[in-house]
């Protein structure tokens, strides 16, 4: 491939089926108060208000917000041969999106996830990754060929092996590289990803992940300072609804975001990572792409699925 695109996009792909609930039956977790425990009588059939298919994954939210901002993208990602690997393939292709760079195999089955959602939109997600959770260096035989701006990666079941190609060829190649880790890469591979960081234009982690990278917890502004010294040109730490602070350079600040009624948080984390990346493509300035990342996120939260809200340009 000759032509230059804005952006390749590289992760999970999955059908997702989100169970909207009528109410949530919660109580304490018995081994740690500062969580809670959604329970169901066990044996029971529990009637639901609705469920709802669509097709989720870090790779395919955040192409499609890219492609709704008017960006060129490509996605890299592998579903099973499979009916519900063919329904992804045609949901993302009905969207306009390019799927030629997708690992169709028979040696496994597509990624699927549950998603539990209760009247307040928190979700509780059971998931089998599937084949998108065993992307191999193998997998990416299209990759020399791609030309691109940008390579946003999100989470690939701490395959380092993949991660490591992807992030030389990037170097390699003067792509910028925007990281959405998952907490599989950052705990089990820690020394393996601060070294890449340096080469990072755009990180972002939540706070759970970013206590694993550092090796202890703290506020997302003290989090942010430990991050700071690891060389990475801007990063941002999430701490869900409450504090994220944002690396600019040598700045550090904590932003509060607005609080928002959300009807179910699946795909907030990769509409705001996205829209941030989609608004550097367009040439705004950090602050503003900033912007576009939280109204992204914004609008995703107040619609049922992934996808539903993701913003088109204006």
């Known amino acids: 491939m000759d032509k230059m695109v804005?952006?390749?996009?590289?992760g999970s792909a999955v059908m997702d089926y989100f169970v909207l609930l009528p109410k949530a039956y919660l109580q304490a977790d018995a081994k740690n108060s500062n969580l809670l425990d959604e329970c169901f009588v066990l044996g029971a059939k529990h009637e639901v208000k609705?469920?709802?298919?669509?097709?989720?994954?870090?790779?395919?939210?955040?192409?499609?917000?890219?492609?709704r901002q008017s960006l060129s993208t490509l996605i890299m990602s592998k579903v099973g041969s499979d009916g519900v690997g063919?329904?992804?393939?045609?949901?993302?292709?009905?969207?306009?999106?390019?799927?030629?760079?997708?690992?169709?195999?028979s040696a496994g089955t597509s990624g699927q996830s549950i998603i539990l959602v209760d009247p307040n939109g928190e979700r509780t997600i059971l998931t089998d990754r599937g084949t998108s959770g065993h992307i191999h260096p193998d997998d990416l035989a299209g990759l020399s060929s791609i030309k691109s701006r940008w390579l946003y990666l999100t989470s690939l079941n701490?395959?380092?092996?993949?991660?490591?190609?992807?992030?030389?060829?990037?170097?390699?190649?003067?792509?910028?590289?925007?990281?959405?880790?998952?907490?599989?890469?950052?705990e089990n591979h820690r020394i393996a990803v601060k070294k890449w960081l340096k080469h990072v234009s755009l990180i972002i982690v939540n706070r759970c992940e970013a206590a694993a990278l550092i090796g202890h917890d703290?506020?997302?502004?003290?989090?942010?300072?430990e991050m700071q010294k690891y060389g990475m040109s801007r990063a941002i730490i999430t701490d869900g609804v409450e504090a994220m602070a944002v690396i600019d350079g040598k700045t550090i600040s904590v932003i509060y975001p607005e609080p928002v009624k959300a009807v179910d948080e699946t795909g907030a984390g990769d509409a705001f990572g996205s829209g941030i990346v989609a608004g550097l493509l367009k040439g705004l300035n950090f602050k503003r792409s900033l912007e576009l990342g939280m109204l992204n996120a914004k609008h995703v939260v107040t619609k049922y699925g992934a996808k539903t809200g993701i913003v088109f340009s204006r």
Request: hydrophobic share 40%.
């Open 218 to 225: 703290g506020e997302v502004g003290d989090l942010a300072a």
């Open 86 to 105: 063919r329904q992804i393939i045609e949901e993302l292709e009905n969207e306009g999106l390019k799927t030629e760079h997708f690992v169709k195999t």
């Open 158 to 186: 701490g395959e380092i092996k993949t991660i490591e190609t992807l992030l030389g060829w990037a170097v390699e190649n003067s792509v910028k590289i925007a990281w959405n880790p998952g907490l599989a890469e950052v």
């Open 6 to 10: 804005d952006v390749v996009c590289v």
């Open 50 to 67: 609705r469920i709802i298919q669509q097709s989720g994954g870090g790779a395919t939210n955040a192409a499609l917000t890219f492609h």
